[in-house]
């Protein structure tokens, strides 16, 4: 018996107390107290300033992270890793 057997013979009876419980509170048979409709208004819709902006500032975060990486890179010609060719005199 695997673990995910027994977690899942925990779960279940959990899930099946949760919903028990939760579904006499929404099949109710009272009206809900706020019937007032809710209204959202937006201004303007969708703006390409700020979308530009977030791109802009994305592809400056991109570079800063690969310049940053690049540098931080330890060269093969500083560290003496380099091998040296042996001379055919």
Request: charged share 20%.
């Amino acid at each position: 018996m695997g673990t995910t057997h027994i977690r899942r013979r925990r779960i279940a009876p959990l899930l099946a107390a949760l919903t028990l419980t939760t579904t006499p509170a929404l099949a109710a048979d009272e009206p809900a107290t706020n019937t007032t409709p809710i209204v959202v208004r937006v201004d303007g819709g969708f703006s390409w300033t700020d979308a530009g902006i977030g791109v802009v500032a994305g592809a400056g975060a991109a570079l800063a992270a690969v310049g940053g990486a690049a540098l931080l890179r330890p060269s093969r010609e500083l560290s003496g890793q380099r091998k040296e060719q042996p001379d055919e005199h």
